[in-house]
């Protein structure tokens, strides 16, 4: 089913906002992106949790729970498969930084088509590659999914000049962080791994899921020497579930080792 771009703004369907509105002019705001299946938003109780606490975590004025959680209940309706996109601006204000005079935040919602690779992807694996960029330190906002994502546009139009599907990125420190738009996770000497999000990147739903069915997954600053001949890896975000890497930075990996955590990542998409 292919379809045009669907939208509401603060639950009435509309493609436009104002022109001083502060997610347009400071990515001041935050967002969440969810998958729809059978008319219905996967993880909606936890996607809506974040977007409350990273609003409250931004100092967000306060949004409408009720009139979003019937925006998602109308744009999700009837839908096979989609990706619903949920925003939240601090709203209208001056020309400054100051948020003096935004009172009242911005709820925008929009649905999208969901990308037709996925499945192949999920099945097949896919070859991740290292970007040259590097992503800067910021504990004030890391894990935070923050509508300021100019550091991951600059890694997505490295990555559409590349073969790879998708590439793994460290911090100014040399520490392995994300990809470009999911979390990692590696297999190493019988072990699993992932990032510590604690100064850098994106603390996905999906990874918070992972983790809290696998306890014994081991969490740090690892540097990018710390990839070398892994046995496998996995890519992970709440619109992917868990893809495997059956290529790392040319080294070929064995998928069927990620096969226990996509059987688990089934079982805990809802």
């Known amino acids: 089913m292919v379809f045009m771009v669907v939208s509401f703004v603060d639950g009435q369907e509309n493609s436009a906002i104002s022109i001083d509105d502060r997610g347009l002019a400071y ?6 992106t969810a998958l729809v299946t059978h008319g219905e938003v996967m993880m909606r109780t936890q ?3 974040r977007l409350v606490q990273q609003s409250q975590q931004l100092g967000l004025p306060k949004f409408d729970l009720a009139l979003l959680t019937e925006t998602l209940d109308k744009i999700s309706a009837g839908i096979e498969l989609a990706i619903v996109k949920v925003m939240i601006t601090c709203g209208s204000g001056g020309r400054g930084y ?28 896919i070859d991740v590659g ?23 546009v600059l890694l997505r139009a490295e ?65 990018l020497s710390s990839l070398d001949n892994i046995d496998a890896m996995f890519i992970s975000n709440a619109i992917l579930g868990i ?28």
């Open 243 to 270: 893809v495997p890497a059956r290529i790392f930075n040319g080294q070929q990996l064995d998928i069927s080792l990620v096969n226990s955590m996509q059987k688990q990542c089934v079982n805990i998409e809802n």
């Open 47 to 49: 996607h809506i949790n």
């Open 159 to 223: 990555l559409d000049k590349r073969l790879e599907d998708d590439l793994v990125v460290s911090d100014l420190n040399g520490h392995v962080i994300e990809c470009c738009s999911a979390n990692v996770f590696w297999l190493k000497a019988g072990i699993w791994y992932t990032p510590l999000l604690t100064t850098s990147g994106v603390a996905g739903l999906m990874r918070e899921k992972i983790l809290l069915n696998n306890t014994d997954i081991q969490q740090g600053n690892f540097p």
């Open 130 to 152: 290292v970007s040259e960029q590097k992503l800067g330190i910021n504990p004030m906002l890391a894990g935070l999914k923050h509508l300021n994502r100019l550091e991951q």
């Open 27 to 32: 990515g001041d705001g935050c967002f969440t």
């Open 98 to 125: 100051s948020r003096l005079g935004a009172e009242q935040a911005k709820v925008i919602v929009s649905l999208h088509d969901y990308p037709k690779f996925y499945p192949q992807w999920q099945q097949h694996g």
